[in-house]
């Protein structure tokens, strides 16, 4: 069994993936083609924002509104503790100072309540100035907008929404790269919509950023390729990469999303009897997951640990999103700036295990896992 099964995807895609990437072998278009223009303007209409601006990777789609927004030395950045290393890292390679913030028990994602105690924290203190909030739309599941953007209005706070893998994702109908002032998303092979090695977008309403973003991409060009206004990046996503990406859209459009939320509803209904015992994954109302992963949550460490080695013994493939908290990074040593209350942070990277997830995941597959969560679980 695969964790995230791209060979399987690859198989059903094969006809349509080989014929566009022999395209653009045959055409030499490699850097610039037509296909990243046709993909950009796809993604920008699925997404519902006028400008998508595809880059080299999510973590320099983070980097890019760094960069636009101008954030810098003295500047604090306000980013959830439990999430992947870059929604930070990008942050002190501005110079500014990530500020950890705790997040929600159920959803993950950052908390609001925590989030407006740091800010608080953060001004009393008078030693940062309060810039940017990066929300993270962890495992697939966009933040609360509607109350992130209430606490950036209060403060005069810049929205970063961080949708590496929310993508698909949606709050009554608006989707996911869309609610951020700036959002990014990550083409990373086993994101919801992957390409065959790195990829990123940048996502906003804001023609003149736009025109800033695309100037950053690309060394700071001015008018012309050779005309360097500012300094910027080389972070342009490849002619194949597109392709592979346009024809992969189509099928996560068309079904892959509904497959991978059905996939999810039968792992809730599998192990909705252990209530108590086993936590699963809340969607709250209004709410749609692309389910980048399925995260449950278990007592402790110890049962945690002990049922991803079980399943291991059977061939079923698990991972832990994350075993460590952001402020606990080696990388971070020496930044005082982080909330004093990050107990639900330490708390899910202690019991969290994420279970193989993917769209074609069959309903065999999903009673297997299931089965063996449910004997495992009832015998500790």
């Not at 009393?124 to 606490?151: H, N, Q, S, T």
């Amino acid at each position: 069994m695969q964790f995230r099964d791209l060979k399987k995807q690859y198989q059903v895609l094969k006809g349509d993936i080989d014929r566009a990437m022999v395209e653009v072998a045959t055409n030499c278009n490699f850097i610039n083609g037509q296909q990243v223009k046709d993909l950009e303007k796809e993604l920008a209409e699925y997404v519902g924002v006028k400008h998508c601006i595809t880059c080299a990777n999510g973590t320099d789609a983070l980097t890019m509104a760094m960069m636009a927004w101008d954030i810098k030395e003295g500047d604090a950045v306000f980013v959830p503790d439990f999430t992947f290393f870059s929604s930070g890292e990008i942050v002190s390679h501005a110079g500014a100072t990530p500020v950890f913030v705790d997040v929600d028990m159920d959803t993950f994602n950052i908390s609001t309540d925590a989030l407006e105690k740091t800010i608080e924290k953060t001004l009393a203190e008078g030693k940062l100035m309060p810039k940017v909030i990066v929300a993270v739309d962890l495992f697939g599941l966009p933040a609360d907008f509607a109350k992130v953007k209430a606490v950036a209005e209060k403060y005069g706070l810049l929205v970063l929404e961080d949708g590496a893998q929310g993508f698909g994702g949606s709050i009554n109908g608006r989707k996911a790269c869309s609610f951020g002032d700036i959002s990014t998303t990550s083409f990373f092979p086993a994101k919801p919509l992957g390409c065959y090695g790195d990829g990123g977008a940048v996502f906003t309403d804001d023609d003149e950023m736009a025109k800033l973003l695309e100037s950053i991409r690309v060394h700071g060009k001015g008018e012309m390729k050779y005309d360097n206004v500012r300094i910027g990046l080389n972070s342009r996503l490849d002619t194949m990469q597109a392709a592979i990406l346009s024809v992969k859209s189509r099928a996560f459009e068309e079904y892959e999303l509904a497959d991978i939320n059905r996939v999810a509803d039968q792992y809730t209904e599998q192990l909705s009897s252990l209530s108590g015992l086993v936590k699963t994954p809340v969607i709250p109302e209004g709410f749609y997951s692309s389910w980048a992963q399925y995260t449950i949550r278990l007592a402790d460490r110890e049962t945690r640990d002990a049922l991803q080695a079980a399943l291991k013994e059977q061939g079923i493939p698990s991972m832990i999103y994350y075993p460590k908290p952001m402020h606990k990074q080696e990388a971070f040593a020496g930044n005082e700036y982080c909330s004093e209350d990050l107990a639900n942070t330490s708390k899910l990277c202690d019991t969290v295990l994420s279970l193989p997830m993917h769209p074609y995941l069959t309903e065999e597959e999903v009673e297997e896992v299931a089965t063996l969560v449910r004997g495992f679980v009832r015998n500790v």
